[in-house]
């Protein structure tokens, strides 16, 4: 059985996946923008929660790939989960239900095992990244990265080799990309339809091989975003993330026929 036949015959009858313009994702920002300044206590309160979170665990472990790592593990397991307030932000807006920052929190409860076990799986990227990582740099150069007794107190970045950066750079990529296409929909399709988190992740592999263009400018929007937030030492995160996190449920609206 082929892989498509195999996600395919795995994805619940109610579900059938749409094909959408390429230039699409400028919609979803354009009415995730919408969501944020029509609810903006309750939006750029996921905002400053998960922003102020990362940043600080970000300035205080920066300075070693082996702390980074752990920060970044940490905000894969964490990052679904407030994202799903953002989507049940949007949600109810598009019922016409009452909406505040307690109301979002609803999303969680409703299919929380769920979104942990997709937490989880993001969180099993992260380590095969730190993993992987490792034994590219072993086999290729000999080690893995300057010893944690050097570069405990100083700056990774100014011991790392040319080589090891770009290592870890290629694979980071390999697999951001992989953690893109399993949850392009994933948190908002758990939070709308009380799936599992496979059924949600099939669900957006789906997509993603079902609309590549469109895929593309989506992830070269969220990169450019996520940029545009790193360089304001994360202060543009406080508006990024909400704004990303409810373009992700009309991304879904748009991507996902949800059947009656």
């Known amino acids: 059985m082929s892989v498509q036949s195999h996600i395919h015959y795995h994805i619940p009858a109610q579900f059938s996946i749409r094909h959408v313009a390429f230039f699409r994702p ?6 995730g923008l919408r969501d944020l300044i029509n609810h903006p206590q309750a939006s750029l309160a996921h905002g400053l929660i998960v922003t102020g979170v990362f940043l600080l665990t970000l300035l ?8 980074l790592a752990a920060v970044m593990s940490g905000f894969m397991l964490v990052g679904p989960i407030m994202a799903a307030g953002l989507c049940e932000i949007s949600r109810r807006a598009e019922v016409h239900q009452h909406v505040n920052f307690d109301d979002s929190l609803s ?35 000999g080690t893995v990265a300057p010893p944690l007794d050097q570069t405990l107190w100083r700056d990774f970045f100014s011991v790392v080799t040319p080589m090891q950066l770009m290592l870890y750079l290629i694979v980071g990529g390999l697999l951001a990309s992989m ?9 908002p399709a758990i ?11 099939l669900i ?3 997509v993603a091989t079902q609309n590549v263009l469109t895929m593309l400018v989506w ?9 545009i937030g790193i360089s304001s030492f994360m202060l543009a995160m406080i508006v990024i993330y909400p704004l990303l996190g409810h373009a992700s449920w009309h991304a879904y609206r748009d991507l996902v026929a949800n059947k009656p």
Request: proline content about 0%; cysteine-free.
């Open 26 to 31: 400028f919609n979803w920002l354009g009415r």
């Open 60 to 67: 205080i472990t920066s300075h070693h790939i082996y702390m």
């Open 107 to 141: 999303g969680l409860s409703r299919n929380g095992q769920a979104l942990v076990r997709f937490s989880s799986m993001l969180l099993g990227f992260s380590l095969l990244w730190f993993v992987v990582s490792a034994l590219v740099l072993m086999v290729t150069v």
């Open 179 to 187: 953690v893109f296409v399993v949850s392009v929909v994933s948190v």
């Open 191 to 201: 939070i709308d339809s009380q799936i599992s988190a496979l059924d949600a992740i």
């Open 204 to 206: 957006s592999i789906k």
């Open 219 to 227: 992830a070269g929007l969220l990169a450019s975003l996520v940029l």
